[in-house]
Every structure is written in structure tokens, then in C-alpha cells.
């Protein structure tokens, strides 16, 4: 039976739309990124936190800031020139018909030149490419960059181990569910979109139980908090506000960076906290309690879950439409491919769709920055000086303390400290 989306002809120009998208968009970033420069450059505490801040301590975020903003620009001119090579060269398709000649090489019966292997070695061969690609931009960023301001703990042989895991995990993990999304939609015919949807939700629910507990630990050592005041602080803290708190873990991230943080993990009844022990470094126990505090106020509003589900329903537009381009042959041919195939129809309509994923990452930025706010205010109402411990962790961490405001709209997920205090 003829697929009724075979009869869709979309006359549309997908190759300039995509290229003059791409321009576009990475103008009015590099834009938002020279605005911002600016601020860093400034040389006046803002008021809010001159009480909070010396002049030292000051120039050296602002020189870090702009470090990072120096380097992120090089890099997105690097990612724009190759954006627009890879397009023009037709790279994409190259390296397809290449997984097809090899598949045909090995002339093997576990490893047909079917549609599933042949995605599969097209994907290791994206992903082993992007990876060399990154490993210098990784190695002046941890070694160099972060390594001047005090931040870098990495040493050569994490860096090589963890890279080592990253792709060992990337084929594990990677090769059933790619596997598994491909047969979906071959599988699914006109209602593919709905089967597909289900299972990403699926995967997604797995990976959110197992990354913590299994995937987690495989690159840091979690180890639970010992017994003292600060344990019996945040305890008595959850069984006040009712936090199912089944477990408590400090994890080692100073062997990798000094940066801190902290965070909670699990379904229903079965909530874990994990502390950097920069935190505990950084923060006395107060503090501590205060950080934790705004992040069970996360957990009171059901933050995440709202947050979960938004993404899944726009996860299942993003599908719905794309059902309907699947088999547009005008769309592949547009980019030089030659027949329609599952994993190259996500890529390529992924392109087509990136003006909507920019207004969806604006709106998704704004919800966050408003349910930060919130989670402040429900520590404030606690009784709990959040104050303190977020200068503290933004002062450590070097975090900018003279924002932009077009460039914090539309990049930052969390409001600036002084929009904060």
C-alpha cells in the first residue's frame, strides 16, 4: 500500500532555507556573544554584590569570562565553517555510501548491507569523527584554559580514561537504541511518529534510572556522607518537608575540576542527594543545608517532571511533523542523498526544524529561570539565608557577574546572581 506521505510534494528550497538558517542564527549569536564580551570587559563591581566581592576577586571573573568567551567564539566559527563544508561537499552522503561499501566489503551474513548496520556504521563513523574533531578543542579547554584560572584537576590519564569510557558506553548503549528507533519507524508505517514517541519516552525514563547508579560511577566514586552534623542537618531537612530521602552520597568531582555543585536523583519514594565535595569545600553547613533546601523546593514544585513532560510533548510535535517529510525525496536529494532511510530523514528534517528548537530553548530558558526564582523563594520562606552560599559558589567558581541582558534571555538557563540576590 502506497504511503499516503509519498504523495506530498513539497516544493521548498531545504538546502538555501538550512544555509541562510545557519548564517542567520550564528550572526545574531556571535552578536549576543560580542555583547556580552563588552560586560566582561567591565571594570565596575555591580552594587549588588560590592559587598560581596573584592576587587581581585572581580578582575579575575572577568578575565575568566572573557577567556571562555574568546575561546566559545573560535570554536563557533570553527563549528559554522564546517557546518557549511560538510553541506557544500556533501560530506554527509559520502560517508553514508562509504558505511554501504564497507558493509559490502565484509560480505558478512552478521552484517548485511541492510539499512539498520549500514545506519549504524554511518553513525560510529559521525561519532568517531566528531570525537577527533573535539579532542583538541577538550585538551586546550580542560589543560589550558581552565587549567589558568585554577579549575582544571584532570590529569592526562583521566582525561584518556574517561574518553576511552565516553565511546565504549556511546557503542553499548548507542547500537540498541539506534537500532531499535530505525525499526520503529520502518516498522510503525503511517503512525510511526506514535510507537517512536513511546519508545523514546521509554528510553528516556531507562537512561534517567540508570545514569546515576550505573553510568555515573563508572567516571566518579560516590562514596555516602559521613556520620556528623551536617548528615543530621539535611535529614532532619527532608523529613520536615517530607523528601523521600533514602540515601545521601558525596562524589569526588575535585579530581576532575574544582568547580561545585549538587543535585538529587530518583523516582517516587526513593530520592538520592549527591554533594561535590567542592561544595563542602566551599560552603559551611549552613550553606549547604540552604543549597539543598532550594533544591527540594525543585522537588516540592515538581519542576523536573513539568519540565519532563513539556520536552516529551515537544518531542512528539517534532516527530508528528517529521512524519510527514520522512519520505519526501525532494528533501533528501536536496542534500545529496539519493533515497530516503530512517536515521538520515531525522538529520536532515532536524535541519529544517532548528529554527523551531531555537524559540523552543528561548521558552524552555525562561520556564527554568522562573522556577530558580521559586525554588529561591521556597528556601527564603524556610527561614534559610540562601544569600551567602550562592555568592560563595559564584565567586568560586568565577561565575559573570555583569550579564548582558539580551545575551542572559536567551542563553541562560538560570537567572544571574544579581537578578537573584
Same mark, same amino acid.
Given at each position: 500500500?502506497k504511503?499516503?506521505?509519498?504523495?506530498?510534494?513539497?516544493?521548498?528550497?531545504?538546502? !538555501?532555507?538550512?544555509?541562510?538558517?545557519?548564517?542567520?542564527?550564528?550572526?545574531f549569536?556571535?552578536?549576543?556573544?560580542?555583547?556580552?564580551?563588552?560586560?566582561?570587559?567591565?571594570?565596575?563591581?555591580?552594587?549588588?554584590?560590592?559587598?560581596h566581592?573584592?576587587?581581585?576577586?572581580?578582575?579575575?571573573?572577568?578575565?575568566?569570562q572573557?577567556?571562555?568567551?574568546?575561546?566559545?567564539?573560535?570554536?563557533?566559527?570553527?563549528?559554522?565553517?564546517?557546518t557549511?563544508?560538510f553541506?557544500?561537499?556533501?560530506?554527509l552522503?559520502?560517508?553514508?555510501?562509504?558505511?554501504?561499501?564497507?558493509?559490502?566489503?565484509?560480505?558478512?551474513?552478521?552484517?548485511?548491507?541492510?539499512?539498520i548496520p549500514?545506519?549504524l556504521?554511518f553513525?560510529?563513523?559521525?561519532?568517531?569523527?566528531n570525537?577527533?574533531?573535539?579532542?583538541?578543542?577538550?585538551?586546550?579547554?580542560?589543560f589550558?584554559?581552565?587549567?589558568?584560572?585554577?579549575?582544571?584537576?584532570?590529569?592526562?590519564?583521566?582525561?584518556?580514561?574517561?574518553?576511552?569510557?565516553g565511546?565504549?558506553?556511546?557503542?553499548?548503549?548507542?547500537?540498541?537504541?539506534?537500532s531499535?528507533?530505525?525499526y520503529?519507524?520502518?516498522?510503525?508505517?503511517?503512525?510511526?511518529?506514535?510507537?517512536?514517541?513511546?519508545?523514546?519516552?521509554?528510553?528516556?525514563?531507562?537512561g534517567?534510572?540508570?545514569?546515576?547508579?550505573?553510568?555515573?560511577?563508572?567516571?566518579?566514586?560516590?562514596t555516602p556522607?559521613?556520620?556528623?552534623?551536617?548528615?543530621?542537618?539535611?535529614?532532619?531537612?527532608?523529613?520536615?518537608?517530607?523528601?523521600?530521602?533514602?540515601?545521601?552520597?558525596?562524589?569526588?568531582?575535585?579530581?576532575?575540576?574544582?568547580?561545585?555543585?549538587?543535585?538529587?536523583?530518583?523516582?517516587?519514594?526513593?530520592?538520592?542527594?549527591?554533594?561535590?565535595?567542592?561544595?563542602?569545600?566551599?560552603?559551611?553547613?549552613?550553606?549547604?543545608?540552604?543549597?539543598?533546601?532550594?533544591?527540594?523546593?525543585?522537588?516540592?514544585?515538581?519542576?523536573?517532571?513539568?519540565?519532563l513532560?513539556?520536552?516529551?510533548?515537544y518531542?512528539?510535535v517534532?516527530?508528528?511533523?517529521?512524519?510527514?517529510?520522512l519520505?519526501?525525496?525532494?528533501?533528501?536529494?536536496?542534500?545529496?542523498?539519493?533515497?530516503?532511510?530512517?536515521?538520515?530523514?531525522?538529520?536532515?528534517?532536524?535541519?529544517?526544524y532548528?529554527?523551531?528548537?531555537?524559540?523552543?530553548?528561548?521558552?524552555?530558558?525562561?520556564?527554568?529561570?522562573r522556577?530558580?526564582?521559586?525554588?529561591?523563594?521556597?528556601?527564603?520562606?524556610?527561614?534559610? !539565608?540562601?544569600?551567602?552560599?550562592?555568592?560563595?559558589?559564584?565567586?568560586?567558581?568565577?561565575?559573570?557577574?555583569?550579564? !548582558?541582558?539580551?545575551?542572559?534571555a536567551?542563553?541562560?538557563?538560570?537567572?544571574?546572581?544579581?537578578?537573584?540576590?
Amino acid at each position: 500500500k502506497k504511503n499516503k506521505h509519498n504523495t506530498i510534494r513539497m516544493m521548498i528550497p531545504f538546502y !538555501d532555507l538550512v544555509v541562510g538558517f545557519i548564517l542567520v542564527s550564528t550572526v545574531f549569536e556571535f552578536y549576543l556573544d560580542f555583547r556580552q564580551y563588552q560586560c566582561d570587559k567591565s571594570k565596575t563591581v555591580p552594587s549588588a554584590v560590592r559587598q560581596h566581592v573584592d576587587e581581585a576577586e572581580f578582575i579575575k571573573s572577568q578575565d575568566y569570562q572573557r577567556a571562555k568567551r574568546e575561546f566559545g567564539l573560535l570554536r563557533s566559527a570553527f563549528s559554522l565553517t564546517e557546518t557549511l563544508l560538510f553541506l557544500h561537499f556533501e560530506v554527509l552522503p559520502f560517508f553514508w555510501n562509504y558505511a554501504s561499501a564497507l558493509l559490502v566489503s565484509l560480505d558478512s551474513p552478521y552484517f548485511p548491507n541492510s539499512e539498520i548496520p549500514r545506519s549504524l556504521v554511518f553513525m560510529f563513523i559521525i561519532n568517531l569523527y566528531n570525537t577527533l574533531i573535539g579532542i583538541p578543542f577538550s585538551l586546550y579547554s580542560n589543560f589550558v584554559l581552565e587549567e589558568r584560572f585554577g579549575f582544571n584537576k584532570l590529569t592526562a590519564r583521566i582525561f584518556i580514561m574517561d574518553l576511552l569510557k565516553g565511546q565504549m558506553l556511546t557503542v553499548l548503549l548507542g547500537t540498541p537504541v539506534l537500532s531499535a528507533i530505525i525499526y520503529c519507524i520502518n516498522w510503525g508505517g503511517e503512525s510511526f511518529y506514535l510507537y517512536l514517541w513511546l519508545l523514546i519516552l521509554l528510553i528516556t525514563i531507562i537512561g534517567i534510572t540508570i545514569y546515576p547508579t550505573i553510568i555515573a560511577p563508572l567516571f566518579n566514586k560516590f562514596t555516602p556522607l559521613e556520620e556528623g552534623e551536617l548528615r543530621s542537618k539535611i535529614y532532619a531537612l527532608a523529613e520536615k518537608l517530607n523528601f523521600p530521602l533514602t540515601k545521601l552520597f558525596v562524589v569526588d568531582g575535585s579530581t576532575r575540576s574544582s568547580h561545585s555543585n549538587a543535585y538529587f536523583f530518583g523516582f517516587f519514594k526513593n530520592k538520592r542527594i549527591v554533594l561535590f565535595d567542592t561544595l563542602l569545600e566551599q560552603c559551611d553547613h549552613e550553606g549547604v543545608v540552604a543549597v539543598l533546601a532550594h533544591e527540594m523546593g525543585h522537588w516540592k514544585y515538581s519542576h523536573t517532571l513539568k519540565m519532563l513532560l513539556i520536552n516529551q510533548v515537544y518531542i512528539f510535535v517534532f516527530l508528528f511533523t517529521f512524519s510527514y517529510a520522512l519520505y519526501e525525496h525532494s528533501l533528501y536529494a536536496a542534500f545529496g542523498f539519493d533515497q530516503p532511510a530512517a536515521m538520515i530523514g531525522i538529520m536532515l528534517f532536524s535541519y529544517i526544524y532548528s529554527p523551531m528548537d531555537h524559540a523552543f530553548h528561548f521558552v524552555m530558558n525562561m520556564l527554568s529561570r522562573r522556577f530558580e526564582f521559586q525554588a529561591d523563594e521556597f528556601a527564603s520562606h524556610l527561614g534559610l !539565608d540562601l544569600e551567602p552560599p550562592l555568592v560563595c559558589i559564584h565567586i568560586k567558581n568565577l561565575g559573570s557577574l555583569v550579564c !548582558d541582558p539580551w545575551y542572559s534571555a536567551y542563553h541562560h538557563s538560570h537567572p544571574t546572581l544579581v537578578e537573584r540576590l
